[in-house]
T-cell receptor, first 111, second 116 residues
């Protein structure tokens, strides 16, 4: 599975959009981009995933560049409860492959 | 939907004792994963099952660790004998993963294991 690079930490003002970047320059054509987050002392929570098209759900939007070498997770209106570690993971979809977590980005939403 | 249920939530045991962690996946999910999390190593995948069959156990640290999934609704992770370095939070996750499609993993609340 391709490796990802994320900033170690980011801050965001409450009510503003949080844009979390992820670089995955070695991504293969059949690899998806997944985003999870982990709020302190809880299990990781699935947010969103995509292959090449932009995706949106009730939690967030995922923007993938045309060359697929990077992506951005957007939380449109961050709240204090969005403070968490956000993981960007690249892997093959379907029932093969493994979800391997890196160090992630610690997002601190401030009042 | 009760989600993925893990038990116990906390476990404190003495070095050398056997420890058994339990997981009940979401009904209908066909894949189950065991992870371990420590400050030093982050989240590590230990083993995963598809349709109750172990697929990849390359993350299991050593022979002291074993995992079973006797049926679609139950899995155990056993450590025998336990050592202080096994102290960590152990997460179980399940997912519906039909061939050619994928859905997110749902994680349980974890078991915090302390070996003294």
């Amino acid at each position: 599975d391709a490796k990802t690079t994320q900033p170690t930490s980011m801050d965001c003002a409450e009510g503003r959009a949080a844009n979390l970047p992820c670089n995955h320059s070695t991504i293969s054509g059949n690899e998806y981009v997944y985003w999870y987050r982990q709020i302190h002392s809880q299990g990781p929570q699935y947010i969103i995933h995509g292959l090449k098209n932009n995706e949106t759900n009730e939690m967030a939007s995922l923007i993938i560049t045309e060359d697929r070498k990077s992506s951005t997770l957007i939380l449109p209106h961050a709240t204090l409860r969005d403070t968490a570690v956000y993981y960007c993971i690249v892997r093959v979809g379907g029932n093969t492959g493994k979800l391997i977590f890196g160090q992630g980005t610690t997002l601190q939403v401030k009042p | 939907d009760a989600g993925v249920i893990q038990s116990p939530r906390h476990e404190v045991t003495e070095m050398g004792q056997e420890v058994t962690l339990r997981c009940k996946p979401i009904s209908g999910h066909n894949s189950l994963f065991w992870y371990r999390q420590t400050m030093m190593r982050g989240l590590e995948l230990l083993i995963y099952f598809n349709n109750n069959v172990p697929i990849d156990d390359s993350g299991m640290p050593e022979d002291r660790f074993s995992a079973k999934m006797p049926n679609a609704s139950f899995s155990t992770l056993k450590i025998q004998p336990s050592e202080p370095r096994d102290s960590a939070v152990y997460f179980c996750a399940s997912s519906l993963r039909p061939a050619g499609a994928d859905y997110g993993y749902t994680f349980g609340s974890g078991t915090r294991l302390t070996v003294v």
